[in-house]
């Protein structure tokens, strides 16, 4: 097994100058970085990460902890922010909860345990003190404590965006599937928007709040059912996307016309709302973007660094002009 001091004799240089190569630290020619780096590659050489871990405090490991990657959103959420974190030299260790509180507390344990940098958290669980837990943490779009960052959307922004597009429309019965009002989110922003809007424009707006967790496609069947059977006469659904098309499935079955009987209108904008016909009008999340900001606020909790501030909101944008 190759070994750093096969390395160093390689490369011509002390066994000291490829350790700091390898963590990062100190200045280094590089013309010396060339000849460690054809060495590493020469020999194939393959650091001991362990050891590494112990002479730089740091295990260069994130936690990312959600509650579904099979859900759109997380799935698109998940790529981004594992990109953003290969960029700083990360990797990320996915925690998919499964909707359960319990696994979701022997995952945060098991990242404690493992020594991770840090962690980020999006899951929805409502019986968890996450200001407890000792590693850096920033919240994805959920309010997990008062001291720790949260990165979202805009979505009160997002909320009137799309009530305008039913205003549009001319819609006089609309109503909005909302998740579970106990998870504390700032995705509540944008219902309060689109309810205010409704309101003010003398529409007739009904709120139906969905299960905790409630992710399952044909969950969302039955809803879609249920809201159509008890609001015969409505002409307006806002929702989240997977939400919306279980919606708009239901309703091209009963021979109504999308959108001039019902309008139906999504949010989050992740790949999929691109498979629906009719298209899905949608309010797209800005996943690169939060991905980004939620790594970097991340790294700076890390660094023990300073945070600006303890909520970052990013403007979102719809899918399409009206």
Known sequence: MTTINDVAQYAGVSKNTVSRYLNNRGYISQMTREKIRNAINVLQYHPNQIARSLYS?????????????????????????????????????????KDSSSKEKKYLEMLQENKVDGIIIGSHSIDIRYSDISAPIVALDRNLADD?????????????????????????????LVGYTKVRTPSGKRHAAFGEEMMKHGIACHTYELGLNQFDFDSYLDVADMILDRYPDLDGVFAADMVALAVQKRALTRGLAIPSDLLVFGYDGSFIYKTAYPPLPTIIQPYRQLAKVAVSVLMKLINKEKVDQLSYTIDVKPSMQE
């Open 148 to 176: 720790i960052p949260v990165v979202s959307a805009n979505h009160e922004q997002g909320g009137r965006i799309a009530a305008q597009a039913f205003i549009r429309h001319g819609c006089k019965k609309v109503i909005q």
């Open 57 to 97: 405090s740091r295990t260069n490991l994130v936690g990312l902890v959600i509650p579904d990657v099979t859900q759109p959103f997380f799935s698109t959420m998940t790529a981004c922010i594992e990109d953003q974190l290969d960029r700083k030299g990360y990797k990320m260790i996915l925690c998919d909860t």
